[in-house]
């Protein structure tokens, strides 16, 4: 039995555990609720979690340690003369077994070894499966039975399903800090041995980024330079030219739909620009690269500009209006939150529309606009598509939005692609790019929080 019909079933039986133990209660009850000591729905939880917890937890653990298992007992069953050829060409060996059992394909013809070792893979695959379903089953029943037969009218019922649902709740928000605690410390170990080969004052004030490195001692056009100061300035100027579009554009546009625009103006328009947020990046690339940046290129040659056919303009320019639809409906939502009672007693005292979005609406929703201004420029930051697409790869310091620049994402990727080995310095630059843009990323929110405490504060 799959994994994936498994389930399906342990959750069949658990909805039935679920309603035989919400009609046991009642029958203990003689049919009076009241004399229970929780409600009877509570009765069927209890007993729907005592019948799928534990089977979930026993697949979890034999999924976890099956495939190793299996390995094991199949190279113990491969010649002598297979299992000596040394870890790495095992390991190809065991992946061209597994392919051969699975049905794919292979990286070289299969031997009788091999063919019978396959075999004897899917078949101890094929048991496996048979047990799993068997114990898990058996766990599933002995379970539920247990709840069920420990269902009494005075059964605390209600309070062991919520503590099993607040333990689910905290196993969540663990699982949730220790995968990002997981990913920063394997990025921050990457980085730390590529600060091991290149110094890090070299990586911060650097100003040239060529991460391309000598293999040979008499190898040219590979400088192996470092200085990620013009890729924070590329990615810098970019978002800053996205951010004059999409910020004014989309808290205008909020301002409007909330306290403008009505019924049947906004039921239009505000669906409309959050179409704008479904749109594919690589669509906004396309349009930026085969439309915006041929107009920008040859309307900057009639007034005697030099801009470049892959220019931070373009890319900024259709990057702000991808951001618009995030700024125009998170600013949207926390106008719309302002309480209606201090619109209008801005109106009593004689205040005229303009001024109550000003000294009264804005000042209250300041702190869920700058959490909205925030997004966007993560978004416009974490941006990648459009950027390769429309402002190129080329690590240019430079101010000028006329000329083609690339951004820290836009890097990471293109370092990490391919076939790589992660001891030259040329791949591990991505982690130090990676950890420098978190850093980034972390300093940016403790400044806005700073700032919307100030605002609150002041307002309050």
């Known amino acids: 039995m799959q994994t994936s019909t498994l389930i399906i079933v342990l959750l069949l039986l658990s909805s039935a555990l ?6 046991r209660s009642l029958t203990v009850a003689n049919g009076e609720a009241r004399k229970l000591h929780s409600l009877p729905s509570y009765y069927g939880y209890y007993a729907a979690l005592w019948c799928l917890l534990p089977a979930l937890a026993i697949l979890a653990i034999w999924n976890g340690f099956e495939t190793k298992v299996i390995t094991t007992l199949v190279v113990n069953g491969l010649p002598d003369a297979v299992r000596n ?5 095992l390991g190809l060996i065991v992946n061209d077994i597994r392919n051969l059992a699975t049905g794919g394909m292979t990286s070289v013809d299969p031997d009788p070894a091999m063919i019978a070792a396959a075999k004897h893979y899917a078949d101890l695959r094929g048991i496996s499966h048979a ?6 089953l058996v766990i599933a029943s002995i379970g539920g039975f247990f709840a069920w037969r420990h269902i009494a009218t005075g059964h605390r019922a209600r309070n062991k399903v919520e503590s099993i649902v607040k333990g689910f709740l905290l196993s969540s928000s663990t699982l949730a800090i220790f995968t990002t ?30 991460p391309q490195m000598a293999i040979r001692a008499d190898q040219v056009g590979s400088s192996g330079a470092f ?22 554009t989309g808290l205008m546009a909020a301002i409007y739909l909330s306290e403008y625009a009505n019924r049947k ?7 409309m620009m959050e179409i704008l947020a479904g749109i594919p990046t690589v669509v906004y690339g396309f349009f930026a690269a085969l439309t915006v940046a041929p107009f920008l290129r040859d309307t900057g040659g009639i007034l005697g500009l030099d801009v470049s056919s892959e220019s931070a303009l373009a890319a900024g320019l259709v990057m702000g209006i991808m951001i618009i639809p995030f700024v125009s409906s998170l600013s949207d939502d926390v106008i719309n939150a302002v309480p209606q009672a201090m619109r209008d007693g801005a109106y009593g005292l ?10 009264v609406i804005i000042p209250a929703a300041l702190p869920g606009i700058v959490g909205g201004m925030l997004l ?35 890097q990471i990727v293109t370092l990490l692609v391919g076939d790589q080995e992660f001891d030259s310095p040329k791949t591990l630059a991505a982690f130090a790019l990676g950890l420098s843009l978190f850093v980034t990323t972390l300093i940016l929110n403790v400044v806005a929080l700073h700032v919307v405490r100030k605002y609150r504060e002041q307002y309050e």
């Open 265 to 271: 103006v906004r039921a239009v328009v505000k669906p």
């Open 227 to 248: 200085g990620v100061i013009p890729l924070f300035v590329g990615t810098m100027l970019i978002s800053l030219i996205a951010m004059v579009v999409a910020a004014p």
């Open 85 to 89: 050829v040394g870890d790495a060409k």
């Open 131 to 136: 047990a799993l379903a068997v114990v898990a």
């Open 181 to 210: 605690v997981g990913i920063v410390l394997s990025v921050l170990f990457e980085a730390v041995r590529f600060f091991n080969q290149i110094p890090i004052t070299d990586f911060l004030f650097g100003l040239q980024w060529s």
């Open 376 to 410: 966007a420029v993560s978004r416009a930051i974490g941006e990648t598509m459009i950027v390769v697409m429309a402002a190129g790869l080329s690590a240019n310091l430079t101010a000028n939005p006329l000329e083609a620049v690339t951004t820290v994402t836009v």
């Open 350 to 359: 004689g205040a005229t529309r303009s001024e109550t979005i000003r000294n």
């Open 18 to 23: 679920y309603y035989l133990g919400r009609q």
